[in-house]
């Protein structure tokens, strides 16, 4: 089993699974019984901080295409849509999280976990690939961040 890694982001870490494969959307991917199971990658918890919402626009069954709007989450940072990590059919979504999203920020390698789809996850990065893409994604976030205080 690959070891798993960290990416820092200032003085946190965030703590990243070396089984799982990662879309460049921030979520996590575990192959499951012939399909993906999906949640928010360490990094994509520790920027949103806390979930207070999670609402989804599609529906089991439904095929979608790759970055085709899947549904929204309100956070303490921000409200933001959802999209498909992959191309293939939305096989489950984690209700347990419409009721309490808190789970995403417990244990989102766990019970927080999204949704499981079908499809092929030959584009997902393996966890040292993902910490290198994490690099150039943080530096856009820092500007980002920085850049709404200056507006404050």
Known sequence: MPDDVAFMMGKYAARLPGDLRYARNHMWCREAGGCWRFGFAAYAVRLMQDVYFLDWCVDEGVNLALKQRIGNIETSKAVSDLFAPIAGV???INR????DPSGINVDGYGP???FEMSGNG????DAPSYVQFLGVEWEKAQRVIKGQINKE
């Open 112 to 114: 927080g976990w999204l």
């Open 90 to 92: 939305m096989l489950k």
């Open 96 to 99: 347990d999280l419409l009721k």
């Open 122 to 125: 030959a584009d997902l990065l």
